[in-house]
């Protein structure tokens, strides 16, 4: 799951850098499988440094190609979070932690990329029912999900 994260955060960053219309780019970013937990942590770190400066250095005109929606540097930040946010609370609940993403972030990643979201419920559960990771009352679990990326006005 830490080289699913870090290939993706690299990924993000180089969508935003390459901006491809229709396509993903040749550059794939991934752990040494050999490499002890932490070592693999500071990758995660890397990768998330590399995600963040970008964001900050891009236009905001800016959009770049993902197949969930052509997205600008604001969205590929909320998909960066969300993978981040999503795969620490799995990681977290394999480790037999009680973990969960922060309210304001959840709330924020919603809003960006969840605009269907059921409303009525707290932002990280709703955001954990949005990504199949939970129930909320009322409404099954999901078994398929996807954000939207695209950038509304």
């Known amino acids: 799951m830490l080289d699913h994260l870090a290939l993706g955060l690299t990924g993000y960053t180089g969508l935003l850098i390459a ?6 780019i040749t550059l794939f970013a991934s752990l040494d499988p050999e490499a002890p937990i932490p070592a693999c942590l500071e990758g995660i770190r890397i990768a998330t440094s590399l995600l963040a400066a970008t964001v900050r250095d ?35 609940r394999a480790l037999g932690t009680d973990w969960t993403p922060p309210d ?3 709330a924020a990643v919603l809003a960006r990329l969840f605009p269907d979201a059921p409303q009525g419920h707290s932002p990280v559960g709703t955001l954990l029912w949005c990504s ?16 939207d990326g695209t950038v509304r006005a």
Do not use: C
Not at 19 to 24: K, S
Not at 132 to 147: D, K, N, S, V
């Open 58 to 92: 891009t236009p905001g005109d800016v959009r770049a190609w993902h197949p969930w929606g052509h997205a600008d540097a604001a969205g590929f930040a909320a998909m960066g979070s969300t993978e981040l946010m999503l795969h620490t609370y799995d990681i977290t």
């Open 132 to 147: 199949g990771r939970a129930a909320l009352p009322g409404l099954p679990r999901r078994t398929e999900w996807q954000w």
């Open 19 to 24: 901006r491809p219309a229709d396509r993903y």
């Open 104 to 106: 304001n972030l959840s």
